[in-house]
């Protein structure tokens, strides 16, 4: 493989071994993201309790809500647009300042100086800065795979870099559930070197080996409307989780109503111009290739299903199940995450191996089938007791996390392999978009039934 430059004139050839030095950091990259994403889930008791804020007073429920999800809306929202632009200027070049901003955001977050809601506040903007660097490594990292990795060996390079998202996630548990009994501070350090050492390998080690499309135009009317779109969609969601007047939820507040209608018409209006515009953010006649449609519309359903399923897996063991068998609120986030485990175990046996017999056997059938497994793990999770035998629900975890690695790669590895090479930056951003954005409303469909819950029982 060798590389292209702007002009389109070869560069130095690219070595056999650089598809794994490719891989090596993008999953070094996806870890970083994962681990973030879950620690500061699981530690959110202790940073608000550091900064003396009660999220759950009247009022400042929004700390809460934007701490833990304002994040998701803005890489949700930028991921299309970094992956259309990294398209035209460089991915491996924006993939290095993702993780340059991520690692910036996470020194901020260390050491956020404010406390009460001047602090609550300054968190908020520090995690949206990591948002922005998120995007940046989300839009880009599994179109740098593709082309780093022949068609025949894409399923097994997907598999290993998506083990990382759900190792990350475990990790993040754990490391949360100690260094937050300490400091919540450390938190937000745990970024930090990881982010460092891999600004400096990305920029090191990391080649162009696609050709840089830097004479189109961008589409600034297509991004705009795309941003604002999905952002005050997402952002409906958002508050409408929180309580309106008399009511625990917000879903008949004029204003989460107006969000939520105002953001469709401007995807839509969207949609209109990318149709009529000569160099599109999105090329919507992708999705006439049926492994990108399908691929993309199960993965979204896949992400729906799952997206809240960590958070309420903590929330049933920190809040239920661990206090019923003796543990310590204390020590109770630590034990969570390592009560996760069979999850991440499921997911690290099956995820290599379904990307490699895929890229033999085609997708189709791991996909359906990790999906149909998923789905039933899902079944067996709704009929568990509150007070349930540890060994029944490891069972069932193993299965959804073997369910999920099946899916994952094949169905990745599909998707990338029908895009022209020109498009894999946007269409990896619109496939992490899709992702993020099921999860998101995942998160609020589990908040809205928790708190209708409560209030029933109140």
């Not at 999953?27 to 973030?36: C, E, K, N, Q, Y």
């Given at each position: 493989m060798i590389t292209v430059s702007r002009s389109g004139r070869r560069k130095r050839p690219v070595g056999p071994a650089y598809k794994?030095?490719?891989?090596?950091?993008?999953?070094?990259?996806?870890?970083?993201?994962?681990?973030?994403i879950s620690i500061v889930l699981i530690s959110l008791p202790a940073i608000f309790n550091g900064i003396h804020v009660n999220p759950l007073a009247p009022g400042?429920?929004?700390?809460?809500?934007?701490?833990?999800?304002?994040?998701?809306?803005?890489?949700?929202?930028?991921?299309?647009?970094?992956?259309?632009?990294?398209?035209?200027?460089?991915?491996?070049?924006?993939?290095?300042?993702?993780?340059?901003?991520?690692?910036?955001?996470?020194i901020l977050l260390w050491l956020t100086p404010g406390t009460g809601n001047t602090g609550a506040m300054e968190l908020i903007c520090f995690r949206l800065i990591q948002g922005v660097g998120s995007g940046f490594l989300f839009a880009n990292s599994t179109a740098i795979i593709t082309d780093a990795f022949p068609s025949n060996q894409r399923g097994l390079a997907m598999g290993i870099n998506q083990i990382a998202a759900i190792v990350g996630s475990v990790i993040g548990l754990i490391l949360g559930g100690i260094l937050s009994y300490f400091s919540w501070r450390l938190v937000f350090l745990v970024s930090v070197p990881v982010g460092v050492v891999g600004t400096i390998w990305a920029y090191l080690m990391?080649?162009?080996?696609?050709?840089?499309?830097?004479?189109?135009?961008?589409?600034?009317?297509?991004?705009?409307?795309?941003?604002?779109?999905?952002?005050?969609?997402?952002?409906?969601?958002?508050?409408?989780?929180?309580?309106?007047?008399?009511?625990?939820?917000?879903?008949?507040?004029?204003?989460?109503?107006?969000?939520?209608?105002?953001?469709?018409?401007?995807?839509?209006?969207?949609?209109?111009?990318e149709l009529h515009v000569e160099d599109p953010m999105f090329r919507l006649g992708l999705f006439k290739i049926r492994a990108f449609a399908a691929g993309n519309a199960s993965s979204f359903l896949a992400s729906m299903a799952r997206g809240a399923l960590q958070f309420m897996l903590i929330i049933w063991l920190q809040g239920i199940w661990l206090p019923l068998h003796g543990y310590d609120y204390a020590v109770a986030p630590l034990w969570a995450g390592i009560y996760l485990l069979p999850l991440l175990v499921g997911f690290v046996l099956m995820g290599p191996i379904s990307g490699w017999l895929s890229?033999?056997?085609?997708?189709?059938?791991?996909?359906?089938?990790?999906m149909a497994i998923q789905a039933l793990g899902f079944i067996l999770m709704t009929i568990l007791p509150a007070n349930f035998s540890y060994i029944w629900f490891a069972l069932i975890l193993f299965m959804m996390g073997f369910g999920q690695g099946m899916f994952s790669a094949p169905n990745t590895s599909s998707v990338m392999n029908s895009l022209p090479p020109d498009q894999r930056g946007a269409g990896s951003g619109m496939r992490s978009t899709f992702q993020?954005?099921?999860?998101?409303?995942?998160?609020?469909?589990?908040?809205?039934?928790?708190?209708?819950?409560?209030?029933?029982?109140?």
């Open positions: 794994w030095i490719a891989l090596s950091n993008t999953t070094l990259g996806v870890l970083m993201a994962s681990i973030d400042e429920t929004g700390y809460f809500l934007w701490l833990l999800l304002g994040y998701m809306v803005v890489t949700a929202t930028l991921l299309v647009t970094f992956g259309r632009i990294s398209d035209m200027f460089g991915r491996v070049k924006l993939y290095n300042l993702g993780f340059l901003i991520f690692a910036i955001g996470s990391l080649q162009e080996t696609a050709t840089i499309r830097a004479h189109q135009k961008i589409d600034w009317a297509g991004n705009i409307t795309f941003a604002v779109g999905l952002t005050i969609f997402l952002l409906g969601i958002t508050y409408g989780i929180e309580p309106y007047g008399g009511s625990p939820m917000g879903w008949g507040n004029p204003l989460v109503i107006g969000m939520l209608v105002g953001g469709v018409a401007l995807l839509a209006i969207f949609v209109w111009i890229d033999r056997f085609g997708a189709r059938v791991f996909s359906t089938t990790g993020n954005a099921a999860s998101l409303a995942s998160m609020g469909i589990f908040f809205s039934i928790v708190t209708a819950g409560l209030a029933a029982a109140l």
